[in-house]
């Protein structure tokens, strides 16, 4: 009962929020210089014949009547059609989303593979070399430039040692450097809030009083520390998602990696107008929905928080 | 009687960037079968230092045995490995900790704080240390259909009565509460001491019962030791030490508390703050508070002098009368 109401309300926030997404990406575009018309003519092109183009792509009718109607076709599950491309726009997308979506699930893997140990072992031994090494690898990841890092990424694995692929969609190793190069900022995050939330609940009482129980000294760590420095964790994640699909946009340009990245970049280098709004409304929908499960499941872990 | 813990010279200093804060000074204590040993003092005693030292949990790096021993059946607690420490800790020694607010874990359920204890020492189950669990609750007065409740729904009072069930759990040889009722309030107090006159009994632990409370200590316990600024300054039965105070320490808490018969008198207060742990006074540790100071007290430590079978008392100045006449 709880949950189901919890859930209705999440989803009328959810949609004031893509409600507002999509004037400010409907306005955005418009602001921005650039003609998709003149764009698709050639250069020589008379002023009737861009008329005429844009009058075809109703470019021509005020700005809120274009938004009314844009907003209509979207109400009726209609994201419109590209200017560019000439294929519907749910089709674009939904046609690149799954690479985006592998290379995002993977980066969000190995970054917290590698963090959630680091960030463990640098909170019980602070002040030791691998805390130290932990620091360094926060500072470096949190401050590095991901086109800087993946292009290092590049030189090494793939044109000194020449173990990857540098370009391309395909099997595990064409992921492998993609991935790591999006996923360095969240593991770094990771590494810097679990060390401190781990240091600072071995200090709390109810870790004293599972020693004096006779708990081991690992099963204190795994089981009773770690669920709780855990949770601050689970919190950052589900807010790096925005964060990552952001990235993705960098680091599939970088990496030649066919997802929504680069289509949102093919989008608005031609102003594909309906194409970019409709991008931003999905990407949009995408992290309200990540963000809504993140807090469901903070519920089920953490008994203190109750859905509302 | 056998002496079933023994605490010998010990002294312990918490070394942090700031400086070394020497909360225990030499303190010698026993603790025999089925005896209930109080340890009363203000805050910043040493009291709970003793309480951690006495299961070896003292914060590493910070907190340091800088001399003595505790033996706990003859073996020192210090000199035990890893393992020896986990089947001691929660099974021979169980402790109940001052705030229960902040002692329990706030993600797991009550009933798994307290089966782990049962699962680790006894070698249970799941399914039994459940079982075993439930009865645990309703013997401290919970309703067994909690067990899967997390601390946030429980009151500062029931919570306190998971930490016993927990400490009482593997039927410990020791029972060490430290303050188990300074958080709560007094109806609850009242209930919570009832409840461990009970169980001590019936399970004939010993016990040793730290706190600040002179009545629980009167209610409770065969044997008191006054502590200040980390030294016993007086110990003896409980009947002795608190009808015949010799120490003036002693004597300034047992004034400080108002009387429910006879005349009325006015309370004494003990002026000046708590020794600073940091700085210590010389000599004997409460010199500059004390009314009855003399030459001596300023530079040596006076030790525990026996005034009777059952009483002794660390004061270079015990002899003279309320009046502070010779």
Known sequence: MATARFLLKRLLASLLVLFGVSIIAFSLIRIAPGNPAMLMLPENATEEQIKNTEAKMGLDKPVVEQYLSYMGNVLQGDLGVS??????????????????????????????IISIPLGIIAGIKRGTGVDFGAVLFALIGQSMSQVWFGLLLILLFGVTLGWLPTQGYGGFKNILMPAITLGL??????????????????????????????????????KYALKNALLPVITVTGMQIGQLLAGAIIVEQIFGWPG?????????????????????????????????????????IDPRMKLN | MASLLEIKDLAVAYKTGHGTSHAVNGINLTINNGEALGLVGETGAGKTTIALSTLNLLPKKVGHIENGDILFKGKSVFQMNKKELADMRGNKISMIFQNPLTSLNPVFTIGEQISMVLRKHKNLSKK?????????????????????????QFSGGMRQRVGIAAALACNPELLIADEPTTALDVTIQAQILELMKKLQHENSTSLLMITHNLGIISEICEKVAVMYAGCIVEYGT???????????????????????EGERERLT???????????????????????????????EVPSLIQISDDHYAACWNMEVNANGRK
């Not at chain 2, 645990?136 to 409740?149: F, N, P, Q």
């Not at chain 2, 003990?270 to 530079?299: E, W, Y």
Request: glycine share 4%.
């Open chain 2, 238 to 260: 409980v009947k002795e030490v608190f009808s015949n105070p010799k120490h003036w320490y002693t004597k300034g808490l047992l004034g400080a508390i108002p009387k429910l």
């Open chain 2, 128 to 152: 039994e240390a459940r079982m075993e669990s439930e009865e645990l609750l309703k013997m401290v007065g919970i309703a067994k259909s909690r067990y899967d409740d997390y601390p946030n």
């Open chain 1, 83 to 112: 200017i560019f491309y000439n294929e519907t726009c749910s089709n674009l997308i939904f046609k690149r989303l799954p690479a985006t979506a592998q290379l995002t699930l993977i980066a969000v893997c190995i970054s917290l």
């Open chain 1, 185 to 222: 900022p969240l593991s770094a995050i990771v590494v810097r809030m679990l060390r401190s939330d781990m240091y600072d609940v071995m200090q709390e009482d109810y870790i004293v009083s599972t020693y004096a129980k006779g708990i081991g000294q690992w099963e204190i760590y795994l």
């Open chain 1, 260 to 300: 929504l990245g680069t289509l949102t970049v093919q989008a608005i280098n031609m102003r594909d107008f309906p194409l970019i709004q409709s991008i931003l409304l999905i990407t949009a929908a995408i992290f309200v929905t990540v963000n809504t499960l993140v807090d469901i499941l903070y519920t089920v």
């Open chain 2, 269 to 299: 207060a003990i002026h000046g703050n708590v020794a600073n742990a940091q700085d210590l006074p010389s000599g004997c540790k409460f010199h500059p508070r004390c009314d009855q100071c003399i030459d001596t007290c300023k530079s």
